[in-house]
């Protein structure tokens, strides 16, 4: 017996609670099964305003997913394409900024774990975390072997 088709409202509430999603992705999926005469925009603001979507909790979430292997440019980016912009994205930044060097020094030791040996090991290193989305100064750090924020000026 096939399963009985779900409410727009229902696979809405089903998408959020397998994880967080963004307004704009969720919009995405519910809209490939609207029928004539759903309205997705008043029903995320519905689920807004109920607190089951919630844009600080979908950012909070990817962050957490993301940043133990990624660097802060590749976050802000995926942050970018969901939506998520203006005040809430500068602030955002502002708190991945503070743990970047470290956080690109663990990526670096899972990955290789010693100093490179020669320069061709050197740049495979820079390489690997510049592709992650960690800035030159973080990079340089982790290759370093030690976070040292001041040892490089500004990006």
């Keep these: 017996m096939p399963r009985p088709q779900l409410s727009l ?11 967080e999603h963004s307004r704009l992705e969720l919009g ?3 809209a490939r099964h609207a029928e004539e005469g759903d309205d997705v925009e008043a029903l995320l603001d519905a689920l807004e305003a109920a ?8 950012s909070e979430a990817l962050i957490h997913r993301r940043s133990a292997r990624y660097g802060n440019s590749r976050i ?41 040996a020669d320069a061709e090991q050197r740049s ?25 924020e001041d040892a490089f000026g500004d990006d």
Excluded: Y
């Design 28 to 30: 995405r999926k519910l």
């Design 124 to 148: 495979k290193h820079i390489r690997f975390l510049m592709q992650r989305g960690f800035s030159q100064r973080a990079v340089f750090a982790a290759i370093k072997g030690a976070p040292d």
């Design 9 to 19: 409202k229902g696979r809405a509430l089903r998408f959020l609670s397998m994880r």
């Design 76 to 116: 802000v980016a995926e942050l970018q394409s969901h939506g998520v912009g203006g005040e809430a994205l500068q602030e955002l930044k502002a708190g991945l900024a503070d743990g970047e060097a470290e956080r690109a020094c663990e990526v670096w030791r899972r990955k290789f774990g010693t100093v490179a």
């Design 51 to 58: 607190n089951w979507l919630s844009q600080e909790r979908f």
